[in-house]
């Protein structure tokens, strides 16, 4: 949300009214900005086959970590997080382009940064 200026199709929310595209033009259509959807994250993964867990403290992830450090196929380690939480700077950059060509100025205006930021951007590869 930082580089995008909102949420970029990574909430599983209601929409607040119902989707009518055959009534009009599909740009207007309610956006997801509903209640949160309670999905069950672990077992999604292991119904795709992956081995699943969740882990809530410190502690768990640890022991998930270490119970799943040798498995021979994908791993999820799901961990529930507040929504929308702004947590200090970690000094890292994560290269997620804002859209080049937008019609909102906020996204013009992060496009701006990025671009400036990826000049200072180092590869450790």
């Not at 795709?48 to 999820?76: F, Y």
Request: proline share 6%; with cysteine.
């Amino acid at each position: 949300m930082l580089r995008s200026g909102r949420e970029f199709g990574n909430e599983f929310r209601y929409r607040a009214a119902p989707l009518e595209l055959a009534a009009g033009d599909a740009s207007k259509a309610p956006r997801l900005e509903g209640d949160y959807l309670s999905l069950d994250l672990v077992q999604v993964a292991a119904g795709l086959g992956a081995r699943a867990c969740r882990a809530t403290t410190a502690a768990e992830l640890r022991d998930a970590l270490s119970a799943t450090r040798g498995h021979p196929g994908p791993v999820v380690i799901v961990v529930p997080v507040i929504p929308h939480a702004d947590l200090p700077g970690a000094g890292v950059w994560w290269d997620v382009a804002p859209a080049e060509v937008s019609t909102m100025a906020v996204t013009d205006g992060l496009r701006a940064e990025y671009e400036s930021d990826s000049k200072e951007q180092r590869w450790f590869g």
